[in-house]
């Protein structure tokens, strides 16, 4: 769905507890889950406004932020 939010919380709802520890303990993941959340919000509000950019650069922000959903869990999984 467009517009859709996915953030951690939303997205592992079963992992809340963990990713709550993971953002005050572990700097490295508390960056990588902001840049997650900037791209999600960026890409919302373009999905909003039937994405007022092109192609391939709206791509690239789904790809990189999907790359990093799967770095994020692969961290909270492992703690």
Do not use: V
């Not at 517009?3 to 508390?30: C, M, R, V, W, Y």
């Amino acid at each position: 769905m467009l517009g859709e939010d996915h953030s951690l919380l939303n997205e592992f709802p079963a992992h809340k507890d963990k990713i709550i520890e993971l953002n005050q303990t572990d700097p490295a993941f508390a960056s990588s889950a902001k840049r997650y959340h900037q791209l999600d919000s960026e890409i919302r509000k373009l999905e909003l406004r039937n994405a007022p950019i092109e192609d391939e650069p709206f791509h690239q922000l789904k790809h990189e932020r999907a790359g990093l959903k799967d770095s994020l869990y692969l961290q909270i999984t492992k703690a």
